[in-house]
């Protein structure tokens, strides 16, 4: 089966920092994919570069084949890369709803409508199935203010999901949020996402969120992946275990 | 709004306006006869606002307006109401085009600051171009309103009104409808975060294009009802103090009602001719009075007495650094 996403030989400075040496990085499609590594390793560097927010240096991305290297967030949304932020990026004057609605919408039509209420039949009936996906129904008129961080992580995902992405790279789901409350974040999350065949790239500093919800994961460490492969084994990686999960047996 | 038809509140007000007008006396009439056209203007701006620019130079394009009316009755020997206004709008408009590059990718201060310099230029233009009237500008006549041609000066009066009245619905439903859609909405949500509306696929750029040029045309069909109203045209139209009461009346408004923007109008002129006329030298420091308490008990404006929302944002756009 061929890649859904292929970046090759990816890099980037900034200024004296290098977050990326030649990053090379495959997906399938519908796959589940764990992205670890410490503070600073060039996991967002990584996300930032296939979303089209940073420009990489060198090297390549090539989605379903077309190359979407360079190409501005405007743009690579278009071609089916979705994203969420490690700080979720609301609109936040509006409540949920309208933050949903909105993503929606622009998913939804080439030419935004300047006349006609916004709050069409169509697109409401849409809303409601995302809001009962993510199991958002009762904060949907709230202030993003008030939210608690797992619910404001929930609205991002949802937005992010509303233009049906082949892929979808998930930049800290469950970062902010009480230990307790992570994996039944995840489910939410996962099963939202069930049934389509969409790629998520997942970063996570928990290592029982990537065993239990990737079906791959990548370590990265000093702007290089330094492993890649199923989780059991990344995770018993000795290098892994030096650099990034700090568990030396 | 949305239960009774834009169409039938656009009558029932329209209605409503020509029956008060009727009854008013005459400095009544003509007070809001020039409230509504600056409301206009100010509507324009609220429009920008709500894309997150602010626009210190609207008075480029309400002069614009006035002198594109006001040449033509002199020039062309244009006298219909309607074809001045709807002239003024389209020059004013296609000078937003012209300007537009010029000013994308300025934000915050600095498109501010940009507007204001380039009305000041115009002002400056105006002052020494004595073909156009210089500083002492130039006086017009009464206009017709398509077959009618009023025989007294009161008459004039409210026929102008009326007709004022008329545009000003017109430009408030139509804003009101287009706050509502989507890419009104979207206009609010680039405010916001224009990180997330181009990560969603849309484009900030193009927000804000559309809604500057949309406010030139509105401020250029203000400026040609005011100089109708007034019967005379000057550089003063450009001047930092008209585009300055622009920014005062939206934010004395608020986004969130285009009635507000009308209300306030209104206000301010009463405050305005009052002030004028019991505190002669005194009315800019009640102007500012007023100002200042809008701001600490009103900071979303007359508008958000008129339309519950959400509660003001706690915080404005995240910083880009967010992103890491
Ligand atoms: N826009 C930028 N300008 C300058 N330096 C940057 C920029 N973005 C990232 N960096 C640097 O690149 C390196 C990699 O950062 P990156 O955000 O990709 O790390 P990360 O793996 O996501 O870390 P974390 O787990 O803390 O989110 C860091 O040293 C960071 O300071
Ligand atoms: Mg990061």
């Known amino acids: 089966m061929t890649a859904l996403i292929e970046a090759r030989g990816l890099h980037k400075s900034f200024g004296a920092v290098v977050a990326a040496r030649d990053v090379s990085v495959m997906a399938r499609r519908g796959e589940r994919v764990g992205l670890i590594g410490n503070n600073g390793a060039g996991k967002t560097t990584f996300v930032n570069m296939v979303t089209g927010y940073v420009k990489p240096d060198r090297g390549s991305i090539l989605l379903d084949g077309i190359d979407i290297t360079g190409l501005p967030p405007r743009v ?65 008129d709230r202030s993003i203010a008030a939210l608690p961080g797992g619910v404001r992580k929930l609205v991002d995902i949802a937005m992010a999901v509303t233009r049906r992405p082949k892929l979808l790279l998930l930049d800290e789901p469950t970062s902010g949020v009480a230990a307790e409350e992570k ?27 990537v065993a239990r919800y990737a079906e791959r994961v990548l370590a990265f460490y000093d702007g290089r992946v330094i492993a890649d492969d199923i989780p059991t084994t990344v995770l018993g990686n000795e290098e892994v275990q030096r650099y990034v999960t700090g568990i030396v047996q | 709004m949305r239960r009774f038809g834009p169409l039938a509140v656009a009558l029932a007000s329209f209605a409503l306006i020509a029956a008060l007008g009727g009854t008013a006396p005459n400095w009544v009439v003509f007070l809001t006869t020039m409230a509504f056209a600056k409301g206009i203007v100010a509507l324009g701006l609220v429009l920008l606002m709500r894309g997150g620019l602010v626009s210190f130079g609207q008075g480029l394009f309400y002069c614009a307006g006035a002198y594109a009316a006001g040449l033509a009755m002199r020039w062309a020997d244009a006298s219909d109401a309607l074809l001045l206004v709807a002239l003024g709008g389209a020059v004013a408009l296609l000078l937003g085009l012209a300007i537009a590059p010029l000013l994308a990718g300025y934000r915050s201060i600095f498109f501010a600051t940009l507007t204001l310099a380039l009305s000041m230029i115009a002002y400056g233009i105006l002052n020494k171009t004595y073909s156009l009237g210089g500083s002492d500008g130039i006086n017009l006549r009464a206009p017709s309103f398509l077959f009618y041609r009023a025989a007294t000066p009161d008459a004039f009066g409210y026929a102008l009104f009326v007709f004022t009245g008329l545009v000003t619905v017109a430009a408030a439903v139509l804003c ?90 209104i206000l301010l002129e009463l405050v305005r001719s009052f002030s004028s006329q019991y505190f002669p030298n005194s009315w800019q420091m009640a102007l500012g009075i007023f100002l200042l308490l809008v701001i600490l008990f009103l900071p979303e404006g007359l508008g958000s007495l008129l339309r519950r929302r959400n509660p003001p944002p706690e915080a404005a756009s995240l910083p880009v650094e967010s992103l890491k």
């Open chain 2, 176 to 265: 009101r409808l287009h706050f509502d859609s989507m890419r009104g909405l979207l206009s609010l949500a680039a405010r916001d975060n224009e990180i997330r509306v181009e990560y969603l696929g849309a484009s900030v750029r193009r927000v804000s294009l559309g809604n500057f040029v949309a406010a030139a045309g509105l401020g250029g069909m203000g400026g040609a009802l005011a100089a109708l109203a007034l019967g005379h045209i000057d550089p003063d139209f450009a001047f930092w103090t008209s585009s300055g009461e622009f920014v005062f009346l939206a934010i004395l408004a608020g986004h969130q009602s285009v009635v507000a923007v009308f209300l306030a109008s």
């Open chain 1, 76 to 140: 690579v949304s278009r071609h089916g890369v979705s994203r969420s932020f490690q700080m979720p990026q609301l609109f936040q004057s509006m409540t949920p709803e309208e933050n949903m609605l909105m993503a929606l919408g622009i998913a939804r039509s080439e030419r935004l409508s300047s006349w006609r209420d916004a709050r069409t039949p169509d697109l409401m009936a849409e809303l409601h199935d995302l809001l009962a996906r993510f199991r958002l129904g009762e904060y949907r």
């Open chain 1, 183 to 209: 994996f039944p974040l995840m489910d939410v999350i996962m099963s939202a996402l069930a049934g389509g065949e969409v790629a998520v790239l997942f970063v996570e500093h928990d290592m029982e969120i």
